[in-house]
């Protein structure tokens, strides 16, 4: 894709340490020569359509999906036209991973608590948008925030330098990155499409042992649930509160991205950390102080964790001692119960616990009804048994999974590399764009959250209107 792809010729120091040499022909500018802030307010609700940044994309938020946060009125909501860029200004300080901005391609609102930029004459609305995606690709965007908790404004990034080509160039780079853009996409929608089916039968493994355990010839007795179906006659029908303890975590704090709570010696994890695991938490990227502690709780090292909102039933054993956001439940399982063995039970119920989220209003799960969900437990020797035989069977998916998800990254560093180096210059796209065929518009509709990876949820929501799903 970048083959016969070359530096500029002619080039000039830009007078901005990060940005180095740029092409001789294109202008430096400040920002509010480029972009201007736009607030149009929801007033009398005359639109009704309410929009997401989700996985650095505004989406059209589906009503059934809306909860958590909502107003009061969504008159506070601004209106966003096609062609808007969309920055999530809030929480520089504490969230250095999530992107921040997204281009708008319908009418609708959202929250008022972000930005909304247009372009000026100068630039072509697809080109300013992508500058500003590579200043969040490489976050450059963290150095602009003011105040207390690192918020931004237009008037902090107004004198940003912005490098300007000619408008055709613009257009050329337009073109080019909307190319290479779609084949990466391809590439890392065939890797998550792998992944998928990878980890469906691994799930098929999973469900099988932990329900009918490894004897092919044992005795079955119907369980009287749906999902565990006839299990061995000898194995025990019990609840989930009846085999462990169940502690929910807590953090009672408001708002929750306060800095004062921030940069201590307590792990803080939440809930995408816990998706993003495997089967243990072996590292964090926040921590709380000794005033953080005191709002949250800290869960020993070894106990079984599970996401109760945003990205539902995902289980974890935690490697250390850390706090949790309510969004999370731990477990310390009671004697005659193994804790890999309840790991792998949690696994296997997890599309059972996806189905039953949505009953309730927030779309998260109920702790209450996971202690009363049953479960069938084989005796202590049958479970360290079964356990042993997953991972064995399990082991050349879960390498596979593995290697797929090191490639996606890999496409996605790549892709960040690409956008950055072509809009800043570095590379001149100019004849290989010449060369581009007449690329169809793709009829498989993309699925965000496949594409782009893991949901990290956003714990502390804007503090107006619907909390946004965080971006990966």
Known sequence: MTNGL????AMKDS???WLGRVPEHWQV????????????????????????????RIIVKAPEKLRGLVPESFETYQIVEPGNIIVRTTDLQND??????GHAHHRGIITAAYMCLETKPIVLNEFGYQYLNAYDLLKIIYGFGSGLRQNLDFSDIKRMPVLVPPRDEQATIVRFLDHADRRIR??????QKLIKLLEEQKQAIVHRAVTRGLDPNVRLKPSGVEWLGDVPEHWELMRVKQVTQVLRGKFTHRPRNDPSLYDGQYPFIQTGEVARAGKSISSFRQTLNQRGLAVSKLFPAGTLVMTIAANIGDVAILDFEACFPDSVVGFVPRARVERDFLYYLFVAMKPELLREAPVNTQGNLNVDRIGARAIALPPEVEQQAIVRWIEASCASLTG????????????????TRLIADVVTGKLDVREAAARLPQEAEDLEPLDEAEVEGEAEENEAGDGDGVAEEAEA
Request: proline share 6%.
């Open 6 to 9: 070359k530096p500029y010729s």
């Open 15 to 17: 007078g901005v340490p």
């Open 400 to 415: 596979a999974v593995e290697k797929a998800g090191r490639e996606v990254s890999l496409l996605r560093e790549y892709r």
């Open 29 to 56: 500018s400040p920002a509010f020569a480029v972009y201007g802030p736009r607030q149009v307010k929801n007033t009398g609700l005359v639109e009704s359509t309410v929009l997401s940044l989700s996985y650095g």
């Open 186 to 191: 391809r590439y890392i929608r065939a890797k």
């Open 96 to 101: 250095q991973t999530s992107l921040r901005i």
